[in-house]
């Protein structure tokens, strides 16, 4: 089993987020809300099985959904933020993610 | 050499009497580090030098009106012709030249009038032309009484030596300050002391002010930093810029302090003398902090701490978050009363860990820890990530800027990563970052005071010096001040402020989409206005002559973000749009919105403010909509007298003024289908006439002064047309001049001109005289 770390990052407003890896929910939460200081909102470590999860982000009073499947021979951290556009928007990186 | 009128009140090169000298070394100074140096920030000129070759001008003015002097007006006798554009003859004794004499003999000119009760009144002017990363800026202040306040920022071109001018694009406070333009002329000469300002405010309707203002220093704010450190942690506080050799060619080699870099941003840099050491058992058993051991720490070692606003910053140098690795640094303190006062960086994070292959990993990490304690703390004075610029509670319209090269974007962020930042950064911050530290009122930058993200952006409009456009938000009343649950609409004027015609678009101000609305209440962030509509509508050319504007209401009560104006309190309205090539940014409006008067009102509050009756009020009605439908009845029936009652009783008659179709399907969830297929099928109800009629009547015509001034004149004007309209439709024309006549009275009587009236019934007041 391999470890991929989602990272929810910009623009997140008190939002109640639903992350799912391969169909299964890995994480539920109200009122997510990106400290503007650093960048991140919150972090998961979600344990996948297969070299391609789907991924799937959804943030639900705005009705918005993401669909990934990052190569996990690549890729280990996955950063999500919502665009000044309203739409979400992905990273994806070997190394974590560092903030400041 | 001296001014005639303005004596120094010292020789030359002598220090001030009576001041010590600041900044001392400070006792946690790294080993093998220099100590920050001392000096004395009021004798150290451009690169450092004494007087008497101190060249530049920028820097804080001050003036003061005597104690007991009383205040002046504008004398209604001829005064002295305003300087002309252009170099203006220079005493060779520098002193100032009679021209400019007799231009500040005005104030000697004036009438002093006895009104009472006499006022401690003081300015300040912050000139930004010249010395470190010249902004062309000058921002002021006005201090009247106990707390009258107005500050304002112009942007200044240069029009004469030592003399610039510029329009006023920002205006803050609750005191009155009308004017537009600013002329300053630099006095003294170029190569001695500073000398004094002379400052003309002119435009805004107001007769023209001029005042001296008297040199005070070369920085725009003070700040006092405090260093602890974690035991067994090191405080990278200096950097040795030369020791990298990925950096510009250009960057000086010298060993670089956080101080000197706030210096060159602005500030008089002073140290607390309180550095000392923390105890890792502050950070509990784990050993690594959780923000609030840090806010704890804070308490307990800075010595400055206090509840309260001040220009003092407590620094933590420690080793990891709670977070981990991942965190090399961060401003923690957004929380409590007071945000914005504490920063840490943690050293055994990321910012340690020189990537693979690196040939100098040494200097590579000591420059990125001493980046890291420059960004954190450039957070504290506000300050946001360059890429951030535009998000959460931007005051003006802005731009992010993920590739700026600042202390306050992240180096790895950039394209080419953080060989290509810093290969290109000169240890500074932006333009709009020091135009933000430099000219936003203090209390936005002032640690303890505006919440964290609160203004952070401030600006990054591009406003012309020379605006052709005047954009003003504004209340039709007496008074900006605001029943409790009455929707708040306010509006927006477009003025050609030019000698010449212009064509803008008429729709403009229907365009929210192309607008930035910023509502604030005091004491909380500010939030971006967003509507619930967006109105792709076609342009529509429209010359608009000299001194002509065109007009437009703006239903702010509530949109995507919920009802931002919804409880008592004050506030401040502010817009921003872009106008053909120039960014345009309104006066900030500020208003009030009164307790509830009765307990009716609270019990209404209880459910009003939802997001079905923000819709139904932003969009005129709905027959869909019933919940929000039957608060609104019953906000008439429990308030029938109130503000919020008349823009209830208009939105539940328009469905009523035409028959609506509306598709019905099946109830529950059901797998798409076709509308037949699920039996659905068209339904058409009628206009109710008799309905409609008595909402309308109740609503403009009962108390139509009252209408007027709750749905502004435009929007009242607009509301009436389109009823006459109607009553026309249904045959009722005797009715419809009735409403037209009864709506001129009223708007005339609020001294809307008559030119207003002329056009077709339903037609809209577009340009008018200003």
Same mark, same amino acid.
């Given at each position: 089993m391999k470890q991929l770390t989602i990272d929810l990052q910009d623009g997140f407003e008190d939002d109640t987020v639903v992350i799912e890896v391969d169909g299964r929910e890995v994480y539920r939460k109200a009122h997510v809300r990106t400290r503007q200081q650093i960048g991140l909102a919150d972090t998961v470590v979600a344990e996948v099985a297969g070299p391609r999860p789907r991924v799937e982000v959804r943030l639900l009073e705005r009705r918005l959904a993401l669909k990934l499947e990052p190569a996990l021979e690549s890729v280990a951290?996955?950063?999500?933020?919502?665009?000044?556009?309203?739409?979400?928007?992905?990273?994806?990186?070997?190394?974590?993610?560092?903030?400041? | 050499m001296t001014d005639k009128k303005f004596t120094q009140t010292r020789a030359r090169g002598q220090k001030p009497a009576g001041r010590q000298g600041t900044a001392a070394a400070p006792r946690g100074a790294e080993p093998g580090g220099a100590a920050a140096p001392a000096r004395s920030p009021e004798n150290e000129g451009l690169f450092g030098w004494p007087w008497p070759l101190h060249r530049t001008v920028s820097g804080l003015y001050t003036w003061r009106r005597p104690k007991w002097q009383l205040p002046k007006v504008p004398s209604p006798f001829p005064q002295p012709p305003e300087w002309p554009v252009g170099p203006p003859p220079i005493h060779p004794s520098g002193a100032p030249s009679e021209e400019a004499a007799e231009l500040a003999s005005d104030e000697a000119a004036a009438i002093r009038l006895p009104i009472l009760p006499v006022l401690h009144e003081k300015e300040e002017i912050r000139l930004d032309?010249?010395?470190?990363?010249?902004?062309?800026?000058?921002?002021?202040?006005?201090?009247?009484?106990?707390?009258?306040?107005?500050?304002?920022?112009?942007?200044? %071109?240069?029009?004469?030596?030592?003399?610039?001018?510029?329009?006023?694009?920002?205006?803050?406070?609750?005191?009155?300050?009308?004017?537009?333009?600013?002329?300053?002329?630099?006095?003294?000469?170029?190569?001695?002391?500073?000398?004094?300002?002379?400052?003309?405010?002119?435009?805004?309707?107001?007769?023209?002010?001029?005042?001296?203002?008297?040199?005070?220093?070369?920085?725009?704010?003070?700040?006092?930093?405090?260093?602890?450190?974690?035991?067994?942690t090191e405080a990278v506080t200096t950097y040795d810029t030369g020791s990298h050799p990925n950096r510009p060619e250009t960057l000086p080699v010298?060993?670089? &302090?956080?101080?000197?870099?706030?210096?060159?941003?602005?500030?008089?840099?002073?140290r607390s003398g309180g550095d000392g050491t923390?105890?890792?058992?502050?950070?509990?058993?784990?050993?690594?902090?959780?923000?609030?051991?840090?806010?704890?720490?804070?308490?307990?070692?800075?010595?400055?701490?206090?509840?309260?606003?001040?220009? &003092?910053?407590?620094?933590?140098?420690?080793a990891r978050h709670d977070i981990g690795t991942g965190l090399g640094g961060i401003m923690f303190d957004d929380i409590g009363p007071n945000h914005r006062q504490g920063t840490a960086i943690f050293n055994d994070s990321f910012i340690s860990q020189a990537p693979a292959g690196e040939a100098n990993a040494d200097a590579w990490v000591r420059r990125m820890r001493f980046w890291t304690a420059c960004h954190e703390m450039g957070h504290a004075f506000n300050l946001a990530h360059s890429w951030q610029k535009s998000r959460g509670t931007p005051w003006i319209t802005l731009a992010d800027d993920p590739e700026a090269r600042s202390f306050m974007n992240y180096p790895y962020g950039v394209d080419g990563g953080q060989t290509s930042f810093f290969a290109d950064f000169a240890f500074r911050f932006s333009d709009p970052e020091l135009l933000f530290m430099r000219h936003a009122p203090a209390r936005f930058v002032q640690m303890g005071n505006a919440d964290w993200f609160d203004h952070h952006g401030f600006r990054q409009a591009r406003v012309s010096p020379e605006p052709k456009l005047r954009l003003e938000v504004r209340t039709n009343r007496e008074r900006p001040q605001f029943a409790f649950l009455e929707p708040v609409v306010l509006e927006l004027k477009l003025t050609n402020v030019s000698p010449h015609p212009l064509l803008v678009d008429g729709n403009l101000l229907a365009a929210t989409d192309?607008?930035?609305?910023?509502?604030?209440?005091?004491?909380?962030?500010?939030?971006?206005?967003?509507?619930?509509?967006?109105?792709n509508l076609e342009a529509e050319p429209t010359a608009l002559a000299p001194g002509r504007s065109l007009y437009a209401p703006l239903r702010v009560a509530a949109g995507i973000n919920g009802w931002d104006l919804a409880e008592p309190g004050n506030y401040t309205v502010q817009l921003a749009c872009h106008v053909n090539g120039e960014d345009l940014v309104?006066?900030?409006? %500020?208003?009030?919105?009164?307790?509830? %008067?009765?307990?009716?009102?609270?019990?209404?509050?209880?459910?009003?403010?939802?997001?079905?009756?923000?819709?139904?009020?932003?969009?005129?009605?709905?027959?869909?909509?019933?919940?929000?439908?039957?608060?609104?009845?019953?906000?008439?029936?429990?308030?029938?007298k109130s503000r919020v009652a008349i823009h209830a009783r208009l939105a539940l008659a328009e469905p009523d003024t035409c028959a609506y179709k509306s598709l019905e399907l099946g109830e529950g969830r059901r797998e798409m289908t076709s509308a037949?297929?699920?039996?659905?099928?068209?339904?058409?109800?009628?206009?109710?006439v008799k309905k409609a009629r008595a909402a309308m009547d109740a609503a403009l015509l009962e108390r139509p002064a009252e209408a007027a001034e709750t749905l502004g004149h435009v929007g009242y004007k607009q509301r009436v047309d389109r009823y006459a309209a109607w009553l026309t439709e249904q045959g009722e024309r005797g009715?419809?001049?009735?409403?037209?006549?009864?709506?001129?009275?009223?708007?005339?009587?609020?001294?809307?001109?008559?030119?207003?009236?002329?056009?077709?019934?339903?037609?809209?007041?577009?340009?008018s005289v200003a």
């Open positions: 951290f996955l950063g999500v933020s919502l665009g000044r556009d309203g739409r979400l928007e992905s990273r994806e990186s070997a190394e974590p993610f560092g903030y400041l | 032309v010249d010395g470190r990363y010249p902004q062309m800026t000058a921002s002021g202040t006005r201090y009247v009484g106990l707390g009258g306040q107005a500050h304002w920022v112009a942007g200044l %071109a240069s029009v004469g030596w030592r003399t610039w001018a510029g329009a006023i694009w920002y205006r803050d406070g609750g005191l009155a300050f009308p004017y537009t333009n600013v002329a300053i002329r630099a006095l003294g000469s170029w190569w001695g002391p500073p000398g004094n300002l002379l400052a003309t405010f002119s435009g805004g309707g107001a007769p023209t002010m001029t005042h001296t203002y008297t040199y005070t220093s070369r920085h725009f704010h003070p700040v006092e930093f405090e260093f602890d450190t974690v035991e067994n010298e060993n670089l &302090s956080i101080e000197q870099v706030y210096d060159r941003a602005g500030f008089r840099v002073t923390v105890p890792l058992q502050g950070a509990g058993a784990n050993g690594t902090w959780s923000d609030a051991e840090m806010h704890d720490a804070m308490q307990t070692y800075w010595s400055r701490f206090a509840d309260r606003a001040q220009w &003092s910053l407590w620094v933590l140098f420690a192309r607008m930035t609305v910023i509502l604030k209440r005091e004491g909380r962030p500010a939030r971006q206005w967003t509507p619930y509509a967006r109105y309104s006066n900030p409006l %500020a208003l009030r919105v009164s307790a509830p %008067a009765a307990y009716e009102e609270e019990r209404v509050a209880r459910d009003l403010f939802s997001e079905d009756v923000g819709r139904i009020l932003a969009f005129g009605g709905s027959r869909f909509l019933t919940a929000g439908n039957e608060i609104l009845d019953d906000a008439v029936e429990r308030l029938p037949a297929a699920d039996a659905g099928r068209i339904r058409i109800r009628t206009a109710d009715a419809a001049a009735k409403c037209g006549d009864l709506a001129r009275k009223t708007l005339s009587k609020r001294g809307v001109p008559a030119w207003v009236f002329e056009g077709p019934a339903g037609s809209e007041a577009r340009a």
